[in-house]
Each structure stands twice: as C-alpha cells, then as structure tokens.
C-alpha cells in the first residue's frame, strides 16, 4: 500500500473534463433534496433519500469506507490507514441546510440544482453541501487514482448543525471518545476566500471561533395609569440600559500572535428581543429584551456577563444567563505549527488563484467543530470558496450560489488536503 502512495504525489490530480462535468452533476443532485433541519423531533427521510442517492454516485466511497450511522442521520465515515499506530484526521461538513423562506424571493428554485451563467444554485451550495459533495468527490477520485492514505481519514456528516449539532455532531463525538479515538485535527467550515475592501484576495483560516450566549435583560416599575406616568418606566428603563451597552464597547482581549486578521476579535452584543406591554393606556410592571452575545477568543461568557451587568445594573435592569445547550465559551486556538496546518497551508496555496493572501483568523459564530474538538487535538476552518462582498452574510441569504471554479476548487483542495495530511507524513 505505501508503495502506491510513494508513487503518488500530492497536488499531481490531474481532473479530465468527464469527470469534472459529473462531478458537478453528482453535486447539482445533493442540492435537490430539501435537507432542512427546523427542530430535533423532525423527519429524517430526506436525509435518508440523500444518503441513498449519495451512496449511488460515489458508490466506490461507500464500498471502501465503513460508514456509521449516528442519531439516525448523521454520517461517519472511515477509511481505515495503512498504519493504525497513527493518530487518525478528521474533516466535517454538515448535510443540512436552513429554511429558504419564501422560495418567490429567488430567482431559480432553491432546490432545483440548477446549472446556468457559470454557478450551480440553491441552498445550501456553500453552506455546506460543497464540503459534503466535495469530499465524498475528492474520496472519490483518490480511490479510482489508487490512492490509499497511511493515516485514518474520518469524514463526519452531521444532520442538524444548522440547529445546534446536538444530535448528529455531539453523538459521532461521543461515540469516538467512548471508543478512546482521538484525532489531531478536524477541518471544518468557517474561513472562507474573502475580497477586501482594497482589493486584496485573502484566504482565511479560522483557527478559533467565538463562543455564544444570550441574557436575558429585565426591569420592573409599577403597573399603573398612562395618564399619570412616574419618572421611569419599565420601558425606557430598559431601553437605557441596551442604549448605553449599544454605546459601550466590551474592552477587548489580548490577541494570541497566531491570529493575523484583523477581523472579529471583539465579543459582541445584540439585542435581538424586546417584549413588554399590552395595552396603549396601561403601563407595564415589567420590560424584558433578549440580548445575543458572541464572547471572543480570550474572553469567556463570565466575562461578557460581568461586562453587561456593570452597565446595565445602574438603570435598574437585572441579568440573568438565559442557560441552554447553545451556550459554549470561546474555542481555544489551535495551533499553527502542526504537520496537519502545514499540510493546509500548502493545500490551500495550491488551490487559489496565484496572489492571493493567506492569513489565520477567528470565525464569529459557532460551528459543529465545537462539538468535534473534543476528539481532535487542533480544529481548522476552511472552504476554498471565494465569498462576494457580502462576506459571510451570503451563506444564509436568497440565491445562495457557487460558481463552478470554486466548487471544482473544493474538491481539488480536499483530494490535495487529503493526500498530504492522510499521508505517513
Ligand atoms: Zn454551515
């Protein structure tokens, strides 16, 4: 088996036109199937027709790998190295997709898999079915070129990340620690290819990722006549308190050298529900608002808490951690210097277009990696898809697209990663 791999040199895929146009069509498919994860009680079946359909057109994928099951969807798959003394690597992207609201907001039909003007649309075509379909492809390819790598690769597909992961994600994780499987890095998404306001074309690695937490913000005055009214209300009370947090800045961590983007290094605030009253003549006994935080690397959900109370407690306004699943601290920051970034790096140095910047950066929300870093030593964010100028804020939106360099991008970059980081090293 190394004698196959000693032949085979990483970044020497050479892609023939065929398999580039099936590979676009194998993707296109994955599009149509409405993969939506509104809540943890919902049916699977859609998941179960795209495991079905996927296990059709990379059927040598499936042949090869061992697949696992988890939480009825969510997919592990294993392909089992030649030395099972080393430590096995990870990559993750997640099946489902989120709502489309009103399908006559897009101009093609979002689960259509339409191919036309050089993009292939519908939800989900960045977020993330390119990384499914990408490294189902790349596996794919690397069986037919005879390759088999020296190190286990996992490929885990979770089916609710849009919700949370605390079903498919936390459940592959849980099953991997039970059987005491540690691997040394997960590559997930979350950096992107960005255009800068100057122009330069940066690729971003997130090697961190912000925590999340909501509060809950509450004051209470006394219910009474609107004829009359005292000199604070429940209302304005509040409405204080979210003016001066919106006109407060949170004092910012200090920034570990490994990160060299400038971007998200702050903790945010959001306030994002305000709820009080019930009549135009009454005023109410009590005003709450929900306020969303994202705490940065370096800083925690105690000290965003902290923060909040000290300004808001001069207005009258209590604070309360509105405590669910959804509440994790900061990532740690994985590390730059391992083998596996360095066989990033130079995956990624291959794959985009010469003059492009490389930089390592922080993702602002939370992604399934959270989960999986808990079996992996390092976790890595990255797509090769270059984001328009909408950034990030083109992931969740009407028309989600990928232009067809980018998605024949990812599947060279993963076959690339895969090759060097699965190799003996
Ligand atoms: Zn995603």
Redesign the pocket.
């Known amino acids: 088996m190394s004698q196959t791999n000693s032949l085979f040199s990483p970044g020497s895929l050479l892609i023939s036109p065929e398999e580039e146009t099936g590979a676009l069509d194998r993707f296109a498919g994955t599009i149509r199937f409405p993969t939506i994860s509104v809540s943890e009680d919902s049916s699977l079946d859609c998941f179960h027709n795209m495991r079905t359909y996927s296990m059709g057109v990379w059927n040598s994928v499936f042949d090869t790998l061992e697949m696992e099951l988890h939480s009825g969807a969510s997919i592990l798959l294993k392909w089992t190295g030649a030395d099972p003394s080393l430590e096995p690597v990870m990559l993750a992207a997640?099946q489902d997709v989120v709502p489309v609201g009103d399908d006559k907001d897009w101009l093609r039909d979002p689960f259509g898999g339409d191919i036309s003007d050089g993009r292939i649309w519908g939800r989900g075509t960045i977020?993330?079915k390119c990384g499914y379909s990408g490294m189902l492809e790349a596996v794919s390819l690397l069986i037919s070129r005879g390759f088999t790598p020296g190190r286990t690769v996992f490929l885990a597909f979770g089916h609710d990340?849009?919700i949370g992961g605390l079903l498919g994600a936390k459940a592959i994780t849980e099953s991997l620690l039970s059987r005491n499987i540690a691997c040394s890095s997960v590559l997930d998404?979350g950096g992107y290819i960005y255009s800068e306001a100057n122009g330069d074309v940066v690729a971003e690695v997130a090697i961190a990722e912000k925590g999340y937490a909501s509060f809950r913000l509450s004051s209470e005055a006394v219910q009474g006549h609107s004829s009359v009214p005292p000199d604070k209300t429940a209302i304005g009370m509040l409405a204080r308190g979210i003016v001066a947090l919106e006109d407060g800045s949170m004092p910012a961590a200090e920034v570990p050298s490994e990160i060299s983007s400038s971007k998200w290094l702050l903790s945010t605030i959001a306030p994002t529900v305000f709820s009080s009253g019930c009549k135009e003549n009454v005023l109410p006994a009590k005003a709450e608002a929900v306020i969303n935080t994202r705490p940065a690397p370096g800083s925690s959900v105690d000290t965003v808490h902290n923060y909040i109370k000290n300004v808001v407690e001069p207005f009258g306004i209590s604070v309360e951690l509105i405590d669910n699943p959804s509440v994790s601290e900061p990532s740690t920051i994985s590390s730059t210097r391992t083998m596996d970034f360095k066989a990033l790096r130079t995956s990624i140095l291959n794959s985009v277009v010469p003059g492009t910047g490389f930089r390592c950066g922080v993702f602002p929300a939370a992604?399934d990696s959270r989960r999986y870093s808990l079996v992996a030593n390092n976790t890595y964010r990255f797509l090769p898809v270059h984001l328009d100028h909408r950034g990030i804020g083109a992931?969740h939106s009407v028309d989600e697209s990928i232009s067809i360099p980018d998605y024949l991008r990812c599947v060279r970059f993963y076959a690339e990663y895969i090759t060097r980081v699965g190799s003996k090293g």
């Open positions: 997640h977020d993330y990340e849009e998404e992604t992931l």
